[in-house]
């Protein structure tokens, strides 16, 4: 029963941030609980109540308790949205510096913590600081500093099943994001004095946030040493040592990405585990040399489990109390506390506990992939192991066997495992993540991390001492490198699946198939399962439009029964540091279980259009381009023409026009790439009802409309795409008076600097009674038709709760 339990409480969290009036009211749920509660107690009272109604009375409770963790994760997830930052604004705030600061490429990122003098409350924010303003970071650790700024809300793109910048803050705590205009140092004797700000101050001087402030001083001190020396790896071990990727380099990252074992990056369980029980053994020794007596009025265990905890404790502190570390922490207080009072608990159903405790604490944790992955490899690691067998007959050769043999049939059992996980929140696998974790695991676990931490805690005796064992790690760390860059040279690289979430949960059950005991399940259910998984993707409507949020830039997917096809593929600046692709366009795709496109159409190849295009055809098949010129990177396998007026693809109930430019302009398409964009006219003719029609204009401007005015004076328009994302010189009165579109949509970023869409723009739509929608304010907007031609409208932000403003 208590597995159950565990379960549907972990499972209720998952659906914080759900944005549905389905929830129950909180007096309703506490009411529902206690009466499950009631049922049950007194099903096992009275034994010989009937089976049914006994079973019936469980089935309440642990329903109950999913609507009750439910409803804590709503809550607590409410209780966070009312301190985040929802309108840029300029201000002047007290701000404490407790965090060390992340240096990236081109910038310092500051975690800051606030105080609201109004609310007498503190908020975390994070600042930027440019390396061009700002070549070192001017805030130090434990001082209170007056800054003046602008603070801008945590904006991030809203496409379904990406990652969502939003999400990712409120799980981290951060409610705001500053940019530093100028700044100076309180005054303590100021702090002090007015009650204003005297709350704060003696808050952040108790016990507590001053053990906090000396750990995250130690993360600082040892990066500027391993910084100082002449190590080949310092990156990787300051990152192993403190889950600090300030040095690391990005060819460590990519490396560690390429192989699926990015998460050896982060400080794991064994870790903390490693530095606790060193610190278990030093006391250990102390106690038989000071005192031996203690052992026979305390047992062993008991008396070693307080420097385990202390240990685990401190170490889960200095790495800043990260996903994996908490959930370490919790686990090792669970097991000493059942120790201590001699209680029997299987390991499975001491880390369901642990999870359980760990979300009644941090419910917002479940947000985090870092959660589920981490959970998942210590369940999995736990059911393997508890299977092992004792050898206590055998010689040490075959103990050595035995445990290469488990180890590498732990290592698949994890990748199985995990599979589903990593696909739903990836959207990729590698399949030479099996071969990196049988290669780092043993050398990061084994020699480098624990050497890497007793080097660390050399350093406080004596630094020079302690470089040569540096040393010594960073030879370890170079034999890990060059053992993971023969296993790359392999060139097999990470691929993408498409997969909705029904196929990823086949997928799990095709897993648990896999993993469970013989006997508990037969394993010809897989074939069924595996078929399934083949199967062709349903769509659930029969046409859909999704105007993606891409920021200041512009991609429309269209998908019917015959056709998937992309419009602008939207891009960045700079591709190779931030792959819009592969951030938003692939991981979107893949869940729609689209696995290759019939046609790309890019209107033009202004960047903000076509930029990411170079990278999606790298990891999608794409059957056809068309532009109005030909880009320079083209895969050799996809065919390309140019479009231009009167061209016309018909797919049973889809008919594709392209209305400008004429063919005597594409000469010029280079010089007026913007003048000259492809202007794209759907149609689509439901089995019931009239046809529907779409026009997307590029970013075209007045004379194209003029000249379509003239060439199609008729056209019927249901949803316009406004051309240059709602730009002033595009969307004349005249051009939207004339077309009288049912629906305006606009896609442009958030406070882009262009003003997109224009004032000017949303007073014509308004002139003429044009609803208008704008992808900076509502993320991506779905638009489907169904067979009685009914055209429905959905946006991304308003199901989920983080993303609603």
Known sequence: MLYIVFLAWILGHAFVGENSDAFLAPIQLIYLFVMGLCVYGIAVFFKKIHVLKYGLARSIFYVSTFIVAMWHAQYSLSIQLKDRVLIAQDT?????????????????????????????????????????????????????????????????YAVPYTFEQEKWALQQGVMGKLHVESFEEASLFQLKSEMLYRHFFIQQQQLWPRFLLFLQHKRLEYRHFIAQQHFTHAGLMLALLSADESLISPETKQLFQYLGIQHLLAISGP???????????????????????????????????????????????????????????????????????????????????????????????????????????????LFIYEKFETLEHVSIIQRFKHLIYHFFYSQLYIFLALTPITLWFFHQMSWLAPLGNAVAIPLIGILIVPLNIFSACIYGLSPTLSLWFFGVVDHFVSVLIFMLSYLQSFGIQPQYYALTGWKILILVVIVLLLLLPKGVLPRWYIVPC??????????????????????????????????????????????????????????????????????????????????????????MKINMLRSNQRPDHLNSHTAFSYCHAGQRDIFNDLTIDILWPLVQNLVDAEKMSNEYSCVVYLTYQPKQGRPKHILIMGDTSEFAERDLMIKYPNLAVDVLVLGHHGSKYSSSLSFLRHYQPKMAIASAGYMNRYGHPHVEVQARLKQLNIPLMVTRDTGTIDLTINDQGILTTDVYRKHKLWLVR
Not at 143 to 155: I, L, M
Not at 322 to 332: D, G, K, M, S
Not at 543 to 568: E, K, P
Request: aromatic share 14%; glycine share 4%.
């Open 92 to 156: 002047r705030v007290l701000i404490y510096v407790k965090h060390i600061d992340e240096l990236n490429a081109q910038s310092i990122q500051q975690r800051m913590l606030v105080f609201n003098p109004t609310l007498k409350t503190t908020a975390v924010w994070d600042a930027t600081l440019p390396k061009k303003k700002f070549s070192k970071n001017p805030f130090r650790l434990g001082h209170y500093y007056w800054v003046k700024g602008k603070v801008y809300p945590v904006h991030g």
């Open 271 to 381: 870790h903390v585990l490693v530095f606790a029980m060193l610190l278990s053994i030093f006391c250990h020794y102390i106690i038989i040399w000071l005192c031996p007596n203690l052992y026979l009025k305390w047992p062993k265990i008991y008396v070693l489990s307080i420097p385990l905890l202390l240990g685990t404790l401190l170490y889960s502190g200095f790495v800043g109390f990260e996903v994996p570390a908490l959930r370490t922490l919790t686990t090792v207080i669970l097991f000493s506390i059942f120790s201590f009072f001699k209680y029997r608990i299987s390991a499975s159903l001491l880390t369901l506990l642990s999870a359980s405790i760990f979300l009644l604490i941090e419910p917002l944790s479940v947000l985090s992939a870092a959660f589920w992955l981490s959970y998942t490899a210590c369940f999995v690691l």
């Open 530 to 619: 595996i078929i399934a998984l083949y199967l062709p993707t349903k769509q659930n409507t029969p046409f859909l439009l999704s105007i993606l949020d891409v920021g200041q830039g512009q991609a429309v997917f269209v998908n019917t029964s015959q056709q998937r096809m992309m419009i602008d593929t939207g891009g960045h600046i700079n591709e190779s540091s931030f792959s819009l692709a592969k951030a938003l366009l692939i991981p979107f795709l893949m869940k729609q279980g689209v696995s290759e496109l019939d046609q790309v159409l890019l209107t033009h190849l202004d960047v903000d259009h076509s930029g990411a295009f170079e990278q999606l055809q790298q990891y």
